[in-house]
């Protein structure tokens, strides 16, 4: 267990303290299925003990015990793989990286979404260097692709710093390297861009270009302000009609909550009606539950099941979980929002470049046109940072200024 503790300190896993429970939960798993750390387990047997755990324990000591023996599982299968492999080729070396990325990437409860992201930075990391053996890397080939990045590609700041999290991420906790100072790469400039705001005379014929189900959720996503992917995953518990409120699962799975508008109210109530038959119907068809977060699924084994769980915006047709290969019902797909959005605004004549997100843009620019406290806007929005809020504040600001131009 010693190695394991050593292997959770050296990859960033957690601290001493940290690493001290992960170390009692593992034993307190093999004490309970009456078996040593050595010998085989599967997955019954992790989900008997949390099930067992949840009836005395909190959440997040479930979350925590559930990660500790995943960890440890993986631990003892690298280290076997360590012992048995004999030398791959480079492609076959390659692609355990990835493997074991993908694994550390689930373990750590990413989303399916930031995987994807980062395990196609690793793909552009790995056609960068041209041949390198993973385990040849340092942090000198970190630093030539931050530069051949803001050189040659011509990327965003924002675009470079997303590289920089997921080979990071690799190093940390698949390579078990050290990234060492690499300030002397080439950074990609930071442009300072005013976000495109629609005035209301352009929302009114924005959305006069668009009918059911997308003009609702084009109109929650204005009206609540809403991120896109904050609108596709509403569940219908968060919609509370009696106090006019909407809770979101925001960025960094922290909750908020934001204003229901009553002029959608009604037209909402009757999209729930005929969402519920659909509902109904995967029931009757014995389909799986709806997807929840690693701990509910487990916590809560039969939730996706239950109405207050499903989708505002259901997809019309069945797919299977990228991440558990289930058939499920998942939500409506967000690029067919964002396409017919970017299409109703070209029919509109709208000549700006807009995007879903402009729509979030303008309910706080309007807020703030009104007179709101740009604090409450700021937890409406669910920002941190009061600054990422400010940058609204130049777009109400232009032509307010009273001064009138010389040529006039």
Not at 62 to 82: D, G, N, P, V, W
Not at 209 to 234: D, F, P
Request: charged content about 30%.
């Amino acid at each position: 267990m010693e190695g394991f503790k050593s292997y959770l300190l050296s990859r960033h896993l957690s601290n001493e303290k940290q690493a001290g429970f992960y170390l009692y939960w593992v034993s307190q798993f093999y004490s309970h299925c009456n078996k040593s750390p050595g010998d085989r387990v599967v997955s019954e047997d992790i989900d008997r003990y949390l099930k067992s755990l949840s009836r005395r324990r909190e959440d997040w000591q479930i979350k925590q015990a559930s990660e500790a023996i995943e960890l440890y599982l993986f631990f003892r299968r690298k280290k076997q793989a360590t012992r048995n492999s004999k030398r791959p080729d480079l492609n076959e070396q390659w692609k355990s990286v990835v493997v074991d990325m993908k694994k550390m990437l689930r373990l750590k409860h990413l989303s399916f979404r930031t995987e994807q992201t980062y395990l196609g930075w690793v793909r552009r990391f790995y056609h960068f260097l041209n041949g390198q053996p993973p385990n040849k890397l340092d942090s000198t080939h970190v630093k030539d692709f931050m530069t051949h990045l803001a050189v040659d590609r011509s990327v965003a700041a924002s675009t470079q710093n997303q590289a920089f999290n997921a080979i990071l991420f690799l190093f940390r906790h698949v390579l078990d390297k050290p990234i060492d100072d690499i300030s002397e790469a080439i950074r990609a400039k930071r442009k300072r861009r005013l976000p495109v705001v629609l005035t209301k005379p352009e929302i009114t014929r924005l959305f006069e270009q668009m009918s059911g189900t997308k003009l609702l959720m084009a109109k929650t996503i204005y009206g609540c302000g809403l991120r896109l992917r904050e609108c596709t995953n509403l569940r219908i518990k968060d919609i509370d009609f009696s106090r006019m409120a909407v809770t979101v699962r925001g960025k960094g799975d922290k909750d908020r909550e934001t204003v229901l508008p009553g002029s959608i109210k009604g037209t909402l109530r009757n999209h729930i009606e005929s969402v519920r038959k659909i509902y109904l119907k995967d029931r009757e068809n014995g389909l799986a539950g709806v997807q929840l977060s690693g701990a509910l699924e487990r916590k809560l084994p039969n939730a996706g099941k239950e109405w207050a769980w499903f989708w505002v915006f259901p997809s019309h047709k069945i797919s299977v979980d990228p991440t558990t290969n289930i058939i499920r019902r998942h939500h409506i797909y967000a690029g067919n929002l964002q396409r017919q959005i970017k299409q109703a605004a070209i029919r509109a004549g709208i000549p700006k470049r807009i995007t879903v997100h402009a729509l979030r843009h303008s309910f706080a620019t309007h807020l703030l046109e009104k007179g709101h406290d740009i604090r409450i806007i700021q937890e409406l929005l669910g920002h941190a940072d009061l600054r990422t809020t400010m940058i609204y504040t130049h777009v109400v600001s232009k032509n307010k200024l009273g001064i009138i131009s010389p040529l006039d």
